[in-house]
């Protein structure tokens, strides 16, 4: 089954780091780019940061410029998000999807959502 699962999440306070999976099961990574998308309650879907299969070149929001970073392990079919210096509006649902890398990348997701890894970050 193809499939990618998101793991890391938790509890954390303000300025506070976690860092986040997304493991690959039933496929390899190596050619596929690979987007962080984050959902707080009442909003929509945000695309987070995206990083590209062919040259790891990397791309984020502006919210978390400068805080998280994305990266990833080919040998151990994984992606990272790491993130520091975390604040209360970083609460959210995390996800992860292949996506085709550019311009608009968190508009060019495929595959199916998973269940993701909730993020709170709370005193």
């Known amino acids: 089954q193809v499939q990618l699962v998101e793991s890391g999440g938790g509890l954390v306070q303000p300025g506070g780091s976690l860092r986040l999976s997304c493991a690959a099961s039933g496929f390899t990574l190596d050619y596929y780019s690979i987007g962080w998308f984050r959902q707080a309650p009442g909003k929509e879907r945000e695309g987070v940061s995206c990083?590209?299969?062919?040259?790891?070149?990397?791309t984020y929001t502006d919210s978390v410029k400068g805080r998280f970073t994305i990266s990833r392990d080919n040998a151990k079919n994984t992606v990272y998000l790491q993130m520091n210096s975390l604040k209360p509006e970083d609460t959210a649902r995390y996800y992860c999807a292949t996506v085709v890398y550019g311009t608009y990348w968190y508009d060019n997701y495929f595959g199916s959502w998973g269940q993701g890894t909730q993020v709170t970050v709370s005193s």
């Open positions: 990083i590209n299969y062919s040259d790891g070149s990397t």
